[in-house]
């Protein structure tokens, strides 16, 4: 075992995720919250942490996304057989739904480290025969169905989470992350573990107190209407009377159950994901006692084959150590360009594959590859489509590269998606515009790596962190953005990239911005780029070094161990400074 790791026994830290991405052909995962699960497990595959995971198994995932010539995004299920890729496991458990017993199965997949070292992650499954037709769709869809299903998901997480690591042996579980609301139920499931199941005379301070220093909790969304919320009404039909009674008694549930509010109250460390999302969820949540610890990437994961292979021949060490890549301030800037002109030429490959349109290698490419939806803007380059010919007439030709999923049910986020097909549309004989469809990991890996520049436009302050930036870093991309999220910590203005303000120093001025943006990229990005291509190079490089050295899931992880993990496991719930 890994000598950090070495005062915890093997498996005492037990990870839940609603969702977590592995690869393209296993779409257990929708988007940040699941790539990040994904790339935690791998780091501490690693690191050689003593972790176990568990998530559910989505047999239907999140949905296949295909676009119409209007942009209009239709969807499909998403196919693909647990049998092929995961080991199915013969214990089962049983938790109640509703009153009924639902039955419980567990595939488990391995996430192996570079050391040899696996980080088992399980999923959990209800479809077994012996259950009820509904309680065997529970585990189908992510993030789909209406409140009651939703619920009832969470339920078999939380509850069957815990009951499954108990039945495959994990009785010395020391430490329950939960990454984001979603799993709050492990709380009453450890609960129940120290009543014994008995509710006659509720839950003891002692026993409450006991859970606290067990949990840890990562809090994701920065605004309100994030946070899963379900009525009370809803709760008791699905837990019934007795843990519905213990909720209202620890005040955490009157009209509605806020499960963000269930993991604060029983957590004994508890962090958002950017240091202005730890001040966000603050100001949220001003009883609690937040903190903030940076989201990462796994570096080996998202850096492109050409990168990789640079940093295997000149930091041979950043694979072990992601804090080598720091010294990429050696690299020669000659070597960073072939590198990136590798990866652009791959990028573009996929692009005419897919959408048949012939990208130019020599032409500025600006990339954008969030999840389709009103507060991230990806609409906003495209405010003044007069000016964007003017820049590409001016500044030098440029060519955008799109992708994106909006959720089902985000109309604004579909209404986004249309409006972009209509600018590509009306730039076509200026500006090139593509929006690939269906974007997963693979997909997500060549966009970050490919284009010349990364854009990222939040309404501010609904960044919790942001990651697509970090892959970036990662192969010398730099990023052009907003001030939000990780990038508050990342931008060293025409270093590691550029931001987006708006002039007058508000706050989410879409018209400011969107001239700030139109500004920087005609009078500083492009004559950088087409005039003074080493100094570009210069930028590249620097973003590897102070972003891509720092920005890791191999970092972020030492900070979980260092002050979240080694306090729950050595002295319970210590006073948070």
């Not at 939380?158 to 139920?185: C, D, I, K, P, Q």
């Not at 870093?473 to 060293?492: K, M, Q, R, T, Y």
């Not at 203005?493 to 001239?515: F, H």
Request: aromatic letters at 10%; charged letters at 20%.
């Amino acid at each position: 075992m890994n000598r950090v790791f070495a005062h915890l026994d093997a498996g005492t830290i037990a990870y839940f995720s609603m969702d977590v991405a592995i690869d393209s052909g296993i779409p257990t995962y929708s988007g940040g919250l699941g790539i990040l699960a994904g790339d935690t497990l791998r780091s501490a595959a690693d690191l050689e942490a003593p972790m176990v995971a568990v998530t559910l198994l989505h047999r239907k995932g999140y949905f296949e996304q295909r676009l119409d010539s209007k942009g209009n995004q239709l969807e499909t299920p998403s196919k693909w057989s647990p049998e092929n890729r995961l080991e199915p496991l013969s214990p089962q458990v049983t938790i109640s739904i509703e009153g009924r017993n639902v039955g419980v199965r567990a595939w488990r997949y391995l996430f192996g480290g570079v050391s040899g070292h696996g980080v088992p992650l399980f999923f959990l499954d209800t479809n077994l025969d012996e259950n009820d037709p509904r309680d065997r769709a529970l585990t189908d869809h992510l993030y789909g169905g209406d409140e009651l299903y939703r619920l009832c998901q969470e339920v078999v997480l939380g509850f069957g989470g815990v009951a499954m690591l108990r039945t495959l042996g994990y009785t010395n579980l020391r430490v329950f992350h939960m990454n984001e609301g979603h799993s709050a139920f492990i709380t009453l499931a450890l609960l129940q573990e120290q009543a014994g199941a008995k509710l006659d005379g509720g839950f003891s301070e002692t026993q409450v107190e006991t859970v606290r220093r067990q949990c840890v909790f990562t809090t994701h969304t920065p605004v309100p209407a994030g946070h899963d919320r379900f009525r009370a009404d809803l709760v008791r039909q699905v837990l019934g009377e007795a843990l519905a009674a213990e909720l209202r008694q620890m005040r955490v549930m009157d009209g509605e159950l806020n499960m963000t509010e269930l993991a604060l109250r029983l957590s004994g460390f508890v962090n958002g994901v950017s240091m202005r999302h730890g001040e966000v969820t603050r100001a949220m949540f001003p009883d609690y006692n937040i903190k903030a610890i940076t989201n990462g990437v796994h570096a080996a994961t998202w850096a492109a084959e050409p990168f990789a292979a640079l940093y295997d021949r000149r930091i041979p060490q950043w694979r072990r150590d992601n804090g080598y890549l720091r010294y990429a301030v050696g690299i020669p800037v000659a070597e960073i360009r072939q590198a990136h002109r590798q990866a652009k030429q791959a990028l573009l490959q996929q692009v005419r594959w897919l959408t048949g349109s012939q990208l130019d290698e020599k032409v500025f490419t600006v990339g954008f590859a969030r999840r389709a939806t009103a507060y991230k803007r990806a609409d906003l380059l495209f405010s003044d489509l007069e000016r964007l010919k003017q820049i590409a007439r001016e500044a030098g030709p440029l060519q955008l590269v799109y992708a994106g999923k909006a959720h089902p049910r985000d109309q604004a986020g579909k209404a986004i998606i249309r409006r972009i097909f209509e600018a590509a549309a009306a730039l076509a004989n200026y500006v090139r515009v593509v929006y690939l469809e269906n974007h997963d990991m693979a997909l997500g890996k060549l966009l970050c790596a490919g284009v010349d520049v990364w854009l990222n436009t939040p309404l501010r302050p609904q960044e919790a962190s942001g990651t697509s930036g970090m892959k970036a870093a990662l192969n010398g991309v730099p990023s052009f953005s907003i001030i939000d999220g990780w990038w508050v910590e990342g931008h060293i203005e025409g270093v590691t990239g550029w931001s987006i303000e708006a002039p007058n120093g508000a706050e989410n001025d879409s018209v400011a911005e969107a001239i700030s943006l139109y500004d920087k990229l005609a009078d500083v990005i492009l004559p950088l780029f087409y005039n003074q291509p080493d100094k570009f190079d210069e930028v590249m490089r620097s973003a590897i070094a102070f972003n891509g050295s720092f920005f890791n899931t191999q970092r972020m992880l030492f900070q979980y161990l260092r002050n979240a993990y080694a306090p729950a496991y050595s002295n319970g719930l210590r006073p948070l400074a």
